[in-house]
């Protein structure tokens, strides 16, 4: 029996393994999935959806190449680097990469990209093998804020400008990394209490679905709404808070619990524009009509834009993910020798009702 | 009178764990229902119930599933994997219409249950080992498959994720019926009856000439078969195909409620009654939590308390 068996797994790997291929290979190209209408006009007005910096910041701190100790050089012949954190399996992600490389593409520049899958010591080595490919420039979407001494030190003998974007690294400004481009979440959380205390006229009871916990766009964004709310419609309470995990179900299954327990609530603020969709979702199943409860989310995809002309989410506050061009512009103008600010927040747009129908091709 | 007390006491106790083994589960499930009534307001309407019900129905249909392996004194792994890569499917084949994108998400999960059930019965490893292979290759081939999440329109899968028969959905009628079938099939089928004589002792069961392979797969194929129903369940009432978080976790769930259910791991013995009433427990727990808007941490804590106390119970009955 014991021969047997082994003479079956010498046989199975190699016919497991070209199995897999070959499932993989058929299950997609005999796929047929339905219409897809959305993807359309996905290209068409990207172009003027580029980020622009909300603030000068006159009194922000600076950085040039001199103070940062590295040499000039011309960003068209420079190869540069970009390290994504999580794996393009959402909207913002998938805009985001798309973003570093069509303005790559645009400007003439080598670039060399690599993905972490959402796990912090890929990151770091991924950054390692871009400095080892060549890379002088590095443009960088942490996915934690700790932890980068090892590629600090690294890009720091090479003397390679580092940007990072989205998320900041826990280091000194314009000593182990350039200049951090990023939206204001807690800002994004204040925008959003604006648009429920318009909505819902600042009287009432509404509810938070959460982020996934200990996420510090969680902790933002639910800090900029709670005080803007305490601060300018007293009478609008938040009686109820879970997480939605920044996913669609899970945002379902909580909605169905609070429209249960709470029929009178008449607003959901969700972190995210995919647990806002599972609301909405919960929303139908329970029979109710658009407009009897308003919704407010944050990131601006274009399934929550179609929500807004549907009528079954009031608000979306953008979050904009194409950072191609204000990264790479960053990088030219520091490159030249000028100087560039620190910190750079960019300005988020927002879609309501008024403008959702026109603005849909923005949405990502 | 004090040497009374001492004979009486651990025979009180053992009574008592024994009556917390058989109905323990039944009795949080009552509790819970009671004290709801009392704090909750609007718990006792046919909406509440409803949605309950709605969403406790895949985590019901996996964990019978699951319930069948452990019997053979195994586990599944892979049964969230499964329930993503048929919401991948699904989405990827509804163009043909709904019920041949149905049968090609059973191809494909009969292909993982196929290939668990080879490693386990042929290849000999051990099932928490094998089925963490698919686990991790199930998740990753439905996101090759599809790489995001994705709208669907089919209006049958829509009326199969939110119609109804006499008010009472879908979803629901198809996990009590599964859930009859599978009782059925345990109690009252030669299969049933191999099955958990494989999970008491395989050398045993193998000595008695039972068919130990081919039922091995079998148990596996229709472990994969069952998370998928779930998994085509879910996508349909979310009406989106969402392969990144569906099924995240789901093997969890599914062990908590077939070990709360009184199912011990060591196989030999499936309560099928005890995986339902383990599913609707801990639905109930998170439904009095979020309610009442407590911390999610809360629920976390509280379905651990509730672990502890099956496996404490589970394991007055290896002293027996």
């Keep these: 029996m014991q021969r047997t068996t082994h ?21 997609t190209s005999c796929a047929k999935s339905e219409d897809d209408t959305s993807s359309d006009t996905k290209s068409s007005a990207a172009a003027d959806a580029a980020q622009k910096v909300a603030s000068p910041a006159p009194g922000g701190k600076a950085c040039t190449v001199d103070a940062y100790g590295g040499a000039k050089l011309d960003l068209e012949n420079a190869t540069v680097g970009f390290s994504q954190s999580e794996k393009e399996a959402n909207p913002f992600r998938i805009a985001e990469t798309q973003s570093i490389k069509d303005e790559a593409k645009k400007r003439g520049v080598k670039l060399l990209t690599a993905n972490a899958q959402s796990q912090f010591s890929k990151q770091i080595s991924d950054v390692q093998d871009l400095l080892a490919k060549g890379a002088d420039l590095l443009v960088i979407a942490p996915l934690n804020s700790d932890g980068w001494d090892p590629v600090l030190q690294a890009a720091a003998a090479k003397k390679v400008p ?63 709404f709670k005080d803007r709310i305490a601060e300018k419609a007293p009478d609008l309470k938040v009686v109820f808070e879970q997480t939605g995990d920044f996913a669609r179900e899970k945002g379902q299954q909580v909605t169905e619990q609070l429209i249960q327990s709470k029929p009178g609530i008449k607003g959901i603020y969700a972190e995210n524009d995919e647990m806002g969709l599972g609301a909405v979702a919960a929303l139908k199943g329970a029979g109710k009509k658009a407009g009897d409860v308003e919704i407010v989310t944050v990131d601006g995809t274009r399934n929550a834009v ?30 030249k020798g000028e100087s560039v600010a620190q910190d750079i927040v960019i300005e988020d747009g927002a879609y309501t009702s008024g403008n959702a129908k026109s603005g849909i091709g923005k949405a990502y | 009178m004090a040497e009374a007390a001492l004979r009486t006491a651990p025979l009180d106790r053992t009574r008592l764990v024994q009556w917390l083994q058989t109905y323990g589960v039944y009795a949080g499930v009552a509790a819970l229902l009671v004290v709801n009534t009392v704090i909750t307001p609007r718990f006792l309407t046919t909406e509440n119930f409803r949605t309950q019900a709605v969403q406790v129905a895949p985590v019901i249909i996996v964990a019978l599933g699951m319930a069948l392996v452990i019997g053979t004194e195994g586990v599944d792994l892979s049964v969230g994997a499964v329930m993503a890569l048929a919401a991948s499917v699904t989405a990827l084949y509804l163009g043909y219409g709904l019920l041949p994108s149905l049968l090609v998400v059973a191809l494909f999960a009969a292909g993982v249950g196929l290939a668990n059930g080879a490693l386990v019965a042929f290849v000999g490893v051990q099932p928490i080992v094998a089925t963490l292979a698919l686990m991790v290759g199930g998740r990753g081939l439905a996101l090759v498959l599809l790489p995001q999440l994705k709208d669907l329109r089919n209006p049958s899968l829509a009326s199969l994720g939110s119609g109804d028969v006499l008010g009472v959905p879908y979803l629901i009628l198809i996990a009590a019926a599964l859930a009859l079938l599978v009782a059925f099939v345990v109690r009252r089928t030669t299969f049933g009856r191999q099955l958990l004589a494989i999970g008491d002792s395989r050398p045993a069961a193998q000595l008695a000439g039972l068919p130990v392979r081919p039922v091995l797969i079998i148990v596996y194929v229709v472990c994969a078969l069952l998370a998928a129903v779930a998994g085509v369940l879910a996508t349909a009432r979310l009406q989106a195909s969402d392969p990144t978080s569906l099924g995240n976790l789901m093997e969890l769930s599914a062990i908590t409620a077939v070990v709360v259910g009184g199912t011990p791991l060591t196989g030999g013995r499936v309560n099928i009654g005890g995986t339902v009433a383990g599913a609707v427990l801990i639905q109930l727990l998170t439904a009095t939590l979020i309610k009442h808007d407590l911390p999610p941490s809360w629920t976390q804590i509280a379905q651990a308390i509730v672990i502890v106390a099956a496996v404490y119970a589970a394991r007055g009955r290896g002293k027996r």
């Design chain 1, 7 to 27: 003479r079956r797994r010498l046989l199975a790997r190699p016919v497991v393994v070209s199995l897999a291929a070959a499932v993989a290979l058929t299950a």
């Design chain 1, 162 to 224: 580092i940007v990072t974007i989205d998320r900041k690294i826990n280091a000194t400004a314009c000593k182990d990394y350039v200049s951090f481009i990023a939206s204001d979440f807690v800002e994004q959380g204040r925008r959003a209490a604006d648009q429920m205390i318009e909505a819902t006229g600042g009287k009432g009871e509404v509810a938070i679905l959460l982020g996934s916990a200990g996420n510090n766009v969680t902790t933002e964004r639910t800090k900029g």
């Design chain 1, 306 to 335: 179609q929500g807004i002309v549907d009528g079954w989410i009031s608000g979306v506050v953008e979050s904009n993910p194409r950072f191609g061009p204000l990264a790479f512009q960053t990088l030219d103008t520091f490159t």
